[in-house]
């Protein structure tokens, strides 16, 4: 069974940095790209970043290129998100969520980033 | 990027009822590269159809999806008190990947 658990969630204040993890189990995580979702409370899904399977291509939706930096170690399973300038409009839930067959077929349960003074 | 407009925004509805939800591009999609995600209060989203129609495992028969070009449908043929969720189509036939701003099923 896969199973993604992101951590490193967290109250901070504007400009601060964060880092999250996603810690992958039940998969051969090297042969996935791999993406970041967040969600800010009450409203829809947001794609955020994604890595391919050897961290070869990465991609950032606009509004986080320059601050956020995608990761990946495949020796231990697990995905990283830096975030740095965090900004009022980041607080969200943070899900990491595999890429296979087309689709996001596994996702964690999330993470909350909250930024606020 | 493509533009994912889901209509209705919110439908509420009485168990047995069927069920449509839409999903219109602003551009062609790739039948393969759209998907529908179900959400529950308090829950991670969870894939329900891939490749416009392809079920995913363990979801049952009652989900179904269709479409091509720029119209999509998912359809729940008879609504259950569990299928009360957020619906979100998502496409990834170009880049960015993008969701649709979602459909709200309320069971009366």
């Known amino acids: 069974e896969v199973h993604l658990v992101e951590t490193g969630g967290g109250l901070v204040k504007p400009g601060a940095s964060l880092r999250l993890s996603c810690s992958a189990s039940?998969?051969?995580?090297?042969?996935?790209?791999m993406h970041w979702v967040r969600q800010a409370p009450g409203k829809g899904l947001e794609w955020v970043a994604s890595i391919s399977s050897s961290s070869s291509y990465k991609y950032y939706t606009e509004s986080v290129k320059g601050r956020f930096t995608i990761a990946r170690d495949n020796a231990n399973n697990s995905l990283n998100l830096q975030m740095d300038s965090l900004r009022v409009e980041d607080t969200a839930f943070y899900y990491c969520?595999?890429?296979?067959?087309?689709?996001?077929?596994?996702w964690g349960q999330g993470t909350l980033v909250t930024v606020s003074s | 990027e493509v533009v994912l407009t889901q209509s209705p925004g919110t439908l509420s509805l009485s168990p047995g009822e069927r069920v449509t939800l839409s999903c219109r591009a602003s551009q062609i999609v790739l039948s393969a590269y759209l998907n529908w995600y179900q959400q529950k209060p308090g829950q991670a989203p969870r894939l329900l159809i891939s490749?416009?129609?392809k079920r995913a495992t363990g979801i049952p028969d009652r989900f179904s999806g269709s479409g091509s070009g720029t119209d999509f449908t998912l359809t729940i043929s008879s609504l259950e008190p569990e299928d009360s969720a957020f619906y979100y189509c998502q496409q990834y036939s170009s880049s960015p990947l993008t969701f649709g701003g979602g459909t709200k099923v309320e069971i009366k």
């Open positions: 039940g998969i051969s995580f090297s042969r996935y790209t």
């Open positions: 490749g416009t129609s």
């Open positions: 969520a595999r890429f296979s067959n087309g689709s996001l077929g596994d």
